[in-house]
């Protein structure tokens, strides 16, 4: 096992000076990716928060070979370059092993990327996909999408007088891509680097599809303090917003149990997102999610318990 | 050695596959494309090549997924046809910018609505301002070699741009013919391997496709982008004489049938040309002077080429199988374009015809001779062929 350390030191394909915004955890995502793969990496990045901030011509803050196409296709442009690796190999015009990893926000996997995404799990490219989940379309400015949790002020579903945010909950994107039976699907949050690493090496090991779903608090727009980007993240999984669970050739195994499971408050409180949600009309809106987030953990740890496969 | 094959149209550009055997192909079936398609599939599920296939779930994937293995550092070529073109035009799109050499046929159908899998223009029309390279083929032959042709212009430094190679859904992808298709060996040494300066796999020197570019250097690139086009015209030329040497076919950028001493011609496009080229011959035993025009090489378009062509003549007739609705229809705006700069500039006159397969007959191509000669031409109003009154 790796140490922060020693993960820390290991030289990654992304440098800094990079434009994410100040408190931005993106970047601690990517990096502790790349830092689990003992091969070279070839990274094809949907349009998005990461693409944006780290390409703009003529600067690139990637010191791998990086790709671009459009919004809802990383996994679509990776099998391609999946296929061209094992076409250029069997051919004998390249001779290294490569790891080949997708990066998307939720926007472009959730939402508009999720049948290129799905394509691309049945038919077992080899590739690792990694949805940095800021739980909206935030590089435009905050507007719902199928991650935006029940009760979320966004732009497009705002909070008003006849609104509380967004009536539904969020998709269950990593049980989807598990159920494509591929040999690996997790989440994991951004503040447990070590968590992260050890699920992308895991990950990259897989003779197929692999899917990580890593959660990244958005400064920006959940509007909250820059500074507290991690703290929010650990917050998401004390809280059991954002369970820590894997499915290992569809055996789920949760990673972290909180203890003393934190009140959902903790994690709404701070957040602009949530603000309205304090307002004495909205508790019952605050005890419906308490309740949804409650009732999905009893569903996890019962799926893990029976040791079904899904 | 030569091998002359019954082959559709489809079947023809298959073999051009074959013989170019490419790293990957990524393809998603539509009518009247799927034939392609199958017939590539049966060729890799026999050894016959030993290329990568994804079979993908969409045609915006299969795009992607070209575009990934292209950027990879593998020749790769996709096809379709209508919708299946529309519903990966962002993709399309994109293509162009990142000077990606992919080939791709396109069985030419009808777009939606009405749905309608027959022949016409419209779906590769509507991609004519995106900066692929567009060639035309009258019949199987023509898409076989041009697509081999195809390979090589697209791939070529000077260029390194897509090409769409067109044929005419169903009159030509499922219609029989005898063609030619060239020795393997002559073939594989003229497609020769892609050869990329820069690709992802080649992961000791990587390199970044695809940034965000802002309005500093996005208009730039853009200009780059047409002096590849500009640069394509010649090339077109000089892999088409390299062709040459093995087919013994020439690679004009546009036929001309019958045009010496010619009054009136007809200029239009792909398997129509063919009927049409039977009423001129059928004409001329009557002693009309008649002709035609059928370019091949429609993007980039040899505005001062066609210009010197059609400047001789006295009536000039533009058939177009879509429409451009609310403007010209697309040929004929070409000729109006290339003709403008002309001193002595031709009578015109704009046909639309065939639309969603509508079939059109020599009896209508002499109709249109008829009134060529007979002078009663208005430039600036569409006349339509065996449209139901």
Known sequence: MATLQEIMAKPVGLASGHRMCAGCGIGAIVRTVLAASDKPVIVANATGCLEVVTTIYPYSAWKVPWIHLTFENAAAVASGIETAYRALRKRGKIDKDVNIIAFGGDGGTYDIGFQALSGALERGHRFLYVVYDNEGYMNTGNQRSSATPFGASTTTVPAGTKSFGKPQWRKNIVEIAAAHRIPYAATAANHNIIDLYNKAKKALSQDGPSFLAVLQPCTTNWKYDPALTMTYSKLAVETNFWPLYEFDHGKLHINYKPKNRKPIEEFLKGQGRFRH????????????????????????????ESGAVL | MSTWKALTGAQAVAEAMRQANPDVVAAYPITPQTPIVEQFASF??????????????SEHS??????????????AMCATASQGLALMWEVVAAVPGLRLPIVMPIVNRALSAPINIHCDHSDAMGATTIGWIQIYSENAQEAYENTLLAIRLAEHKDVLLPVMVMQDGFIISHGVENVEVFDDEAVK????????DRYLLDVDHPYTIGPLALPDYYFEIKRQQEAAMENALKVYLEVGKELSKISGHDYPYFEEYKTEDAEAVIVILSSAAGTAKDAVDELRNEGKKVGLVKPKLFRPFPYREMRKALEKFKAIGVLDRSMAFGAYAPLYTEVRNALFESENRPKLQSYIFGLGGKDIFKSDIKKVFDELLSGNLNPEEQRYIRLRG
Request: with cysteine.
């Open chain 2, 62 to 75: 299969a795009m992607s997924c070209t575009v990934g293995a292209a950027a990879a550092g593998a020749r």
């Open chain 2, 44 to 57: 890799v599920a026999n050894g016959i090549v030993d290329t990568e296939m994804i079979p993908v779930e």
């Open chain 1, 277 to 304: 949600l304090f307002k004495p009309e909205n508790r019952p809106i605050i005890e419906k999610m308490q309740k949804m987030i409650d009732e999905e953990w009893e569903r996890l740890l019962k799926l893990e």
């Open chain 2, 189 to 196: 040494n003229f497609v020769g391997e892609r050869k990329p």
